[in-house]
């Protein structure tokens, strides 16, 4: 646990916990190793809800032997239930366990139905406007955190839930240029447009949520993209919001969930290296330029033309996407299957897999460091020396 800070606490749902959220990334990237990790150090940890049957062999054998769509969606919730049940586990009662849920996924409501039921704390959804969350949720006790851009977005899911008598338990305020991964914005060229600025964010929506009658106080606000050193979550919190969000430098972790080689890639990628394109959801994505996302890069215009308005069937049967560019033949959208790519990722195929990161330096540099190291060195500004032959975990 830290406790030598200055900084005030991240205060959800009655919980007390550090101001540092550790973010959602999938497929598997964040399970229960690295959620139940950070949660037990006092903060939240986050399970990415979306196919974590990679990490079960005996879910990976039944979707071999009946690779349907029902099977494999199954085996999916599967995955969820043990994921959170092991991190709760690892987590000893510290710190909140929350699944990150993403609206642009076919499934998303059997996701939050899942989390409610098994012991989740909070449920946190990007990738689309979040508005039904309050009807999905209903009858839980549980926390509600959307991930949006900007205050207009904000406004209009405060006052649709007000309708709905719920209130977020905080809001995520995710900046487009910053973040790594799917990104908050329509088009590409909007990224760094002044309206998704941490301040003005936080300004705006305060005055909305004061307009609305409701007390800031009440509703965290927590800033995610580009927060990489204990001066930025400083200048973060001195901007006005109550708590930080990172996913890059988490998912380098030695608790992290994904294959070491993963972690190398991430942690090797130079400024250069790290590329925006438009993905198979339609939204743009922040992502590492490796063998297989700089042949489809070299290629894609060739691609677009060759299958852009082709209708395909989900190579994977799983039909993860509400909106899949390449399964429903949208030409404008990316045309791969991106469960494949991600798992390949998580599994460390370096040549074939897609690894999503953040712009940012890490805060470690190339080094691969524990939980506690990152949460210490981002409360105190203290990096404590290296222990050697700390236990790594990884998938096998």
């Not at 690295?34 to 990415?48: F, N, P, Q, W």
């Not at 719920?166 to 305020?173: C, E, G, H, N």
């Not at 590329?275 to 890069?297: I, M, N, Q």
């Not at 082709?310 to 560019?325: D, F, M, Q, Y």
Request: net charge neutral.
């Amino acid at each position: 646990m830290i406790s030598n800070s200055s900084f005030p606490p991240l205060k959800i749902r009655g919980r007390t916990l550090l101001p540092i959220v550790q973010g959602g990334m999938g497929v598997g990237v964040s399970a229960h190793r690295l959620a139940g990790s950070v949660a037990r150090e006092g903060a939240l940890g986050t399970i990415a809800s979306i196919d974590l049957r990679h990490h079960h062999s005996d879910l990976i054998e039944m979707c071999k032997a009946k690779p349907d769509r029902e099977t494999l969606e199954q085996a999916n919730l599967i995955a969820l239930e043990r994921e959170i049940r092991a991190a709760k586990a690892l987590a000893e009662e510290r710190g909140m366990i929350a699944v990150n849920v993403m609206k642009a996924v076919r499934a998303h409501a059997d996701y939050v139905r899942t989390a409610c039921e098994h012991g989740a704390d909070a449920i946190v959804m990007g990738a689309g406007l979040p508005l039904d969350l309050p009807d999905l949720t209903q009858g839980h006790e549980i926390a509600l955190i959307p991930i949006l851009s900007d205050s207009r977005g904000i406004a209009l899911v405060l006052k649709k839930w007000m309708k709905k008598n719920r209130l977020p338990d905080a809001i995520v305020i995710e900046h487009p240029a910053l973040a790594g991964g799917h990104l908050g914005v329509t088009d590409l060229a909007d990224m760094n447009d002044a309206r998704f600025g941490f301040a003005r964010v936080i300004e705006e929506t305060t005055q909305t949520i004061e307009s609305l009658g409701l007390s800031r106080a009440d509703i965290p606000l927590i800033v995610a993209g580009g927060i990489n050193s204990h001066e930025a979550v400083r200048a973060c919190l001195a901007a006005g919001a109550n708590g930080v969000q990172l996913g890059t430098p988490f998912a380098v972790t030695q608790e992290g969930d994904a294959h070491p080689n993963f972690k190398r890639v991430l942690a090797d990628a130079t400024p250069e290296d790290i590329v925006e394109f438009v993905s198979v959801t339609g939204l743009p994505a922040r992502a590492v330029r490796t063998p297989w996302l700089d042949r489809y890069l070299r290629n894609e215009a060739r691609i677009r033309n060759k299958i852009g308005l082709v209708k395909n069937a989900c190579p994977t049967a799983l039909e993860c996407l509400s909106v899949c560019g390449l399964r429903d033949g949208i030409e404008k959208f990316g045309h791969f299957c991106i469960d494949t790519r991600l798992a390949a990722a998580l599994r460390g195929d370096v040549n074939n897999g897609l690894f999503f990161r953040g712009r940012e330096a890490l805060p470690f540099g190339r080094a691969i460091r524990s939980v506690h190291d990152l949460l210490e060195l981002l409360m105190t500004g203290v990096a404590r020396p290296a222990v050697e032959n700390r236990c790594a975990y990884a998938l096998s």
